[in-house]
């Protein structure tokens, strides 16, 4: 059975940092392509950012130079560092991971930026 269950959520303050996770069970991690996705309330869900088997990333323009994603694939485990953080970053973090048409997807976990 295939889990992945995020954490590192939480309350932060504008320009403050958090780093997520995301931890793969019951699957070859290391073959897929790991992505974090994000829904803010009332909004569609919109990728943040992924990682290629190869470590090859891709963010969005929004969070470019501020969130960076690695793996380490010993420990199946993605990872969403996020820095200088705005209030227009709260939403529900996701992290999927992919290999042609096969998704699975995370739980969520909650991220809000307010003073």
């Known amino acids: 059975q295939v889990q992945l269950v995020e954490s590192g959520g939480g309350l932060v303050q504008p320009g403050g940092s958090l780093r997520l996770s995301c931890a793969a069970s019951g699957i070859t991690f290391s073959i897929y392509v790991a992505a974090w996705y994000r829904q803010a309330p009332g909004k569609q869900r919109e990728l943040v950012g992924s990682i290629t088997r190869d470590r090859i990333t891709n963010y969005a323009d929004s969070v470019k130079g501020r969130f960076t994603i690695s793996r380490n694939n010993a420990e199946n485990t993605v990872y969403l560092q996020m820095n200088s953080l705005k209030p227009e970053d709260t939403a529900v973090y996701y992290c999927?991971?992919?290999?042609?048409?096969?998704?699975?997807w995370g739980q969520g976990t909650q991220v809000t930026v307010s003073s």
């Open positions: 999927k991971l992919s290999l042609g048409r096969v998704e699975y």
